[in-house]
């Protein structure tokens, strides 16, 4: 049995999905959610086996939220009216689509190709397809209380680990955010963000000083007045990215 989700903003588009699944053997509709914030906590709390995602809704897409959700994901049939972008980079092998209206002869062949789809190679298809579109999503979902806040990146001071938790620090508080700073690395902007230690990644516009310390060290003041270290082989390439110049990487890690 497979437990499936629906999210999409349209009431009318989710109608019309239960209707065309329920006469699908072998699939059941455990939740819907009518927008990314939501789709993110019924997740946590249903454990689906399938999202019918959409692509356009209000507030955050549904690429933010396929991006934001933690692992073990679950599969994920994207659905759009017209974003072709995001038809050309699936490839339909790598992440399927609809495109609405939604055909039900095409929903089927969706479904059985979910039924099909289990080697860890088309698992792995799916996190390449992700990976390509992260860099186009400019806005981040952090969790505040029972839901979840939308932030701009820009508005992102820094992200820290502490405790085994990502915290992502606005001017005005924190939040504790899922994705590991691993991840942050692939989705952030790297014009903007820099990695300036295993514990922190800071928006290169928040720095205000950099200090060097003894050891080849240095602290790094942001606009906050919060200050982190900079580890040793990360010292350089952040003052090039701070003075502009285009960094030598030397594939060290933090």
């Known amino acids: 049995m497979i437990r499936t989700m629906l ?6 588009a989710r109608e019309r999905l239960r209707q065309m699944l329920g006469l699908i053997p072998g699939l059941e509709i455990v939740g819907e959610a009518a927008d990314g914030e939501e789709a993110l ?4 709390e249903l454990h689906p086996d399938l999202l019918l995602l959409d692509i356009q809704m ?3 897409s549904g690429l933010e939220v396929a991006a934001c959700l933690p692992a073990p994901r679950p599969k994920i049939v994207f659905c759009t009216a017209f974003d072709q972008y995001a038809v050309d980079a699936f490839e339909m092998h790598a992440v399927d689509y609809l495109l609405k209206p939604v055909n039900r002869v ?4 969706s479904i059985e190709r979910v039924r099909r789809d289990d080697s860890p190679e088309a698992g792995a298809a799916v996190e390449r397809a992700l990976h390509s579109l992260r860099a186009r999503n400019t806005r981040l979902l952090a969790r505040c209380g029972d839901g979840y806040r939308v932030i ?4 992102a001071v820094c992200f820290l680990s502490d405790g085994g938790l990502t915290k992502l620090c606005t001017r005005e508080r924190s939040y504790v955010f899922d994705p590991t700073l691993n991840d942050l690395e692939d989705r952030l902007n790297p014009a903007f963000f820099f990695r300036v230690s295993r514990a922190a990644i800071v928006n290169l516009d928040c720095v ?3 200090l060097p310390q003894a050891g080849g060290m240095a602290d790094v003041i942001l606009h906050t007045g919060l200050r982190l270290e900079v580890s040793r082989r990360r010292l350089k390439e952040l003052l090039e990215r701070l003075s502009g110049q285009e960094p030598a990487h030397d594939g060290g890690q933090p």
């Open 208 to 210: 205000s000083e950099v």
């Open 152 to 155: 701009p990146q820009q508005e």
């Open 7 to 12: 999210v999409d903003d349209e009431q009318a």
């Open 58 to 60: 209000p507030g955050c």
């Open 41 to 44: 906590q019924k997740v946590a």
């Open 106 to 109: 095409r929903l089927a062949r």
